[in-house]
């Protein structure tokens, strides 16, 4: 199992950055990936961005390229999704999710997308981006 803990949202002003943070705990030894997805009142769950954990490569949504950052500390076993440049449409729940190793190997060019494809999540972090 393994345990996850988001912190860090709040209510930010249009343009304005907030940075947040996800501490995992139990056996991340088996996590392959880690991601954070966003839920808006009304919408489906959608992607916002992942890192494999061993190399640390990333990929983004669309919506968020070029304005968000995800990172991991793999001492800390935490990983940071650094967002700048905020839009009232990115006010969503946060989601912090883990994918676990489950097979020996996987494609380069595989990067989780999908919240199906995740085994863990936390509680979830409010952001408010206010017009």
């Known amino acids: 199992q393994v345990q996850l803990v988001e912190s860090g949202g709040g209510l930010v002003q249009a343009g304005g950055s907030l940075r947040l943070s996800c501490a995992a705990s139990?056996?991340?030894?088996?996590?392959?990936?880690m991601g954070w997805f966003r839920q808006a009142p009304g919408k489906e769950r959608e992607f916002v961005a992942t890192?494999?954990?061993?190399?640390?490569?990333?990929y983004y949504a669309n919506s968020v390229k070029g304005r968000f950052t995800i990172s991991r500390d793999n001492a800390k076993n935490t990983v940071y999704l650094q967002m700048n440049s905020l839009k009232p449409e990115d006010t969503a729940v946060y989601y912090c999710?883990?994918?676990?190793?489950?097979?020996?190997?996987?494609?380069?060019?595989?990067?989780?997308?999908?919240?199906?494809?995740?085994?863990?999540w936390g509680q979830g972090t409010q952001v408010t981006v206010s017009s």
């Open positions: 139990g056996r991340t030894f088996t996590t392959y990936a």
């Open positions: 999710a883990a994918k676990k190793r489950s097979q020996p190997y996987y494609s380069g060019t595989y990067y989780p997308t999908g919240f199906v494809e995740y085994d863990y």
């Open positions: 890192i494999r954990w061993s190399g640390g490569s990333t």
